[in-house]
């Protein structure tokens, strides 16, 4: 019996692999995650209206207990909807249902492991949910939210990729076709990163500059290196006028992966960062009565 369980899941699996596929790229559910905001509706006056209800999967978590650290360091601004840290807190329960869904995806594409669909669904679905939201938040102009929203994009669009490179390894041609797909769901992946990152990469939001600048020298089609130094170079110029000296040296060395020593955008960031000004420039004047008499 169980010999026949796993030939007929053998022969079953690369269909399943394009069900997978289906499901990950546009599943419709209904939104039960943190509520994004309707078109023509007004922005939040606080950021308790924009928490997940209590009816969400992972409601009273976000509810109840947001966290206080903030990874996003950027200066203080001042945009519509939840505060970067409750971004943060969703982007990390994003991440955990995309962890369990990876989990499950393993348990079907492994002869020996006995699982249900649904075991994969579930966690797909609410990551979609909250993914959903947050990018709702990001058309609504929350930078905050943009740049989250483009990191799962960017995020997924390198798993797409990954994904391609096992399935095209095969020589099934079931499998062939089926990395194809994935070429195709990783450039949808990564213009959808680049749409929510624009509005605030244009606003000079150094994390969404930084990613951007990553974005576009990561594209594997069309890789643009000038574009992507000057978006590395608002992030390095952003992080350095906000303190963030650490930041902005990540982001000088990603302006010298992409652009040249000479560029006037990398000779003014090295100025700033690795040119130490002396806190008095002017050499001490010694008094003529300690100066050594000549002999």
């Not at 990876?102 to 079907?108: E, F, L, N, P, T």
């Not at 990729?161 to 990395?179: G, P, Q, T, V």
């Amino acid at each position: 019996m169980v010999t026949i369980y796993h030939s007929a899941k053998k022969s079953l699996l690369a269909p399943v692999a394009s069900a997978l596929i289906a499901a990950v790229a546009a599943p419709a559910f209904a939104a039960s995650a943190p509520a994004a905001p309707a078109k023509n509706a007004a922005a939040p006056a606080t950021a308790q209206s924009a928490k997940p209800t209590a009816t969400s999967p992972k409601a009273p978590a976000a509810a109840v207990a947001a966290p206080a650290a903030d990874p996003v360091t950027s200066k203080a601004q001042s945009f519509p909807g939840p505060t970067a840290a409750e971004f943060a807190h969703w982007h990390r329960l994003y991440i955990e249902e995309r962890g369990k869904a990876a989990k499950a995806s393993a348990c079907i594409r492994s002869k020996t492991c006995i699982s249900d669909e649904s075991d994969f669904l579930k966690p797909i679905e609410v990551a979609h949910q909250l993914r959903k939201s947050i990018e709702g938040w990001a058309k609504a102009g929350n930078h905050h939210a943009a740049y989250y929203a483009g990191l799962m994009a960017f995020d997924q669009a390198k798993h797409f990729d990954e994904e391609f490179r096992i399935y095209n390894s095969h020589k099934d041609e079931r499998y062939l076709r089926a990395s194809h797909k994935f070429v195709e769901l990783s450039d949808r992946e990564i213009r959808r990163a680049k749409e929510l990152l624009y509005p605030a990469a244009y606003d000079q939001h150094p994390e969404s500059c930084m990613l951007m600048g990553e974005v576009m020298e990561y594209d594997r089609l069309d890789p643009k290196k000038s574009s992507a130094l000057v978006f590395y170079y608002c992030a390095s110029r952003e992080y350095y006028f906000a303190g963030n000296r650490d930041l902005a040296l990540k982001a000088y060395t990603g302006m010298l992966r992409v652009g040249s020593p000479q560029d006037p955008m990398i000779v003014e960031m090295h100025a700033r960062l690795l040119n130490q000004q002396p806190e008095n420039p002017w050499r001490p004047m010694q008094p003529l009565s300690s100066a050594k008499p000549t002999p």
